[in-house]
């Protein structure tokens, strides 16, 4: 099931208005790069051997197609909807971090990462879930 239910069109820029000739070009080699077909395994990990229902669009002139993923299977998928399972679906968590006064000084922040999939078949470095940790210094607020 991981085939959208509506096949996907061809490309149609005659709607879209471009700046310049580089802009088209770039827009039309990420279309061709984005609905390229890539094999990978599929990982739920917020809820293992669960099954992942979900929309995707990414450009405007495509329509939004339906995606149903099981956890552990292998699947081919356009690389924009791989790279987005791979690495934009994920919620933030933030804790305090007490200073010697007992008030509260640094946030910490990190992403929990809900899904994966795992490129079996191609190489690409934009293609791997951020590790980044942020830490921000907050300033305490005196009564």
Not at 116 to 139: G, Y
Request: net charge positive; hydrophobic share 30%; glycine share 4%.
């Amino acid at each position: 099931m991981g085939t959208p239910t509506k096949k996907r069109k061809q490309m149609n820029t005659s709607k879209l208005k471009f700046a310049s000739k580089d802009i088209e070009k770039k827009y039309k080699s990420d279309w061709e790069r984005d609905h390229k077909m890539v094999r990978g395994k599929f990982s739920y990990l917020d809820c293992p051997g669960g099954t992942l229902t979900f929309p995707y669009h990414k450009y405007p002139d495509d329509e939004p197609s339906n995606w149903e993923l099981q956890d552990g299977q292998i699947y081919d998928l356009p690389y924009m909807v791989a790279k987005h399972l791979a690495t934009d679906v994920f919620y933030q968590v933030h804790k305090y971090e007490l200073d010697e006064h007992g008030r509260k000084s640094t946030r910490i922040g990190k992403k929990l990462h809900r899904t994966n999939f795992q490129k079996l078949d191609f190489e690409d470095a934009e293609f791997s879930p951020s590790k980044i940790v942020t830490v921000e210094k907050v300033e305490p607020v005196l009564f």
